[in-house]
């Protein structure tokens, strides 16, 4: 079974805090996702990586950075996190050769007070 | 913009009956279309893929109908049960590999009712 772990499932941070998410996957696949996912809007693309120290904007970057040392783990950091950002966030991995089907990750819900 | 519409309201369904979800999207012409499923609290789960090319794919209860022209897909459950109960996203990408991610659609929430 393909397993995507997030480092935490509820995090609860104060405004203008250094967030950490991370992302560990023990299959080997390339590429990797972080989305957020809010009531009404669905899920959005923040960042992504194809490979190691290789990273892509998404949709919504702004406000986030991420880092992928290692192949197997793709962090996301708030360098100061807002309210606005309070979320599900959800990691998600794919194999560059496969037509794109992505495992997710359970989630980690972000409340930022 | 891409856009991608799914039913935003609930679909209650009978226990037993076909639910048939829909997927429309607009100035976007996708190669893969996927469908997923989402618990509360959980992360999507991957169920079918269909290309460009195929107009229809199954899996167990499951089917996908891909209508390029229409620029529409739609999901159906067969012989529908009350754990078939989620919310179903809609994710269109044009490459292989989910390189450049996937867009996803905001999810209709289906309740079977036993």
């Known amino acids: ?113 | 913009s891409q856009k991608i519409e799914q039913n935003s309201e609930a679909l209650n369904i009978q226990e037993g009956k076909t639910a048939t979800l829909t997927c429309n999207y607009t100035n976007y012409s996708p190669a893969y279309l996927q469908w997923y499923r989402q618990d509360p609290g959980r992360g999507p789960v991957f169920l079918l893929l269909i290309r460009e090319n195929e107009k229809e794919k199954r899996k167990e209860r499951l089917k996908v109908t891909f209508d390029t022209t229409l620029k529409q897909s739609l999901f159906h459950i067969t012989a529908s049960q009350p754990a078939d109960s989620a919310t179903y996203l809609c994710a269109l990408s044009n490459s292989g590999g989910g390189a450049d991610g996937l867009t996803f659609g905001k999810g209709t929430h289906l309740i079977i009712q036993p």
């Open chain 1, 1 to 113: 079974d393909v397993k995507v772990t997030q480092s935490s499932r509820y995090l609860v941070k104060r405004t203008g805090e250094k967030v950490f998410l991370e992302c560990v996957q023990d299959m080997d696949h390339e590429n990797m996702f972080w989305y957020r996912q809010d009531p009404g809007l669905g899920l959005r693309l923040i960042y992504f990586s194809y490979d190691v120290k290789m990273k892509e904007k998404g949709d919504i970057p702004e406000g986030y950075s991420v880092s992928r040392e290692k192949k197997e783990r793709f962090s996301l950091i708030l360098e100061s996190a807002s309210t606005n950002q309070t979320s599900m966030y959800l990691c998600a991995i794919g194999r560059a050769e496969n037509t794109g089907e992505l495992f997710f990750g359970e989630g980690s819900r972000l409340t930022v007070l």
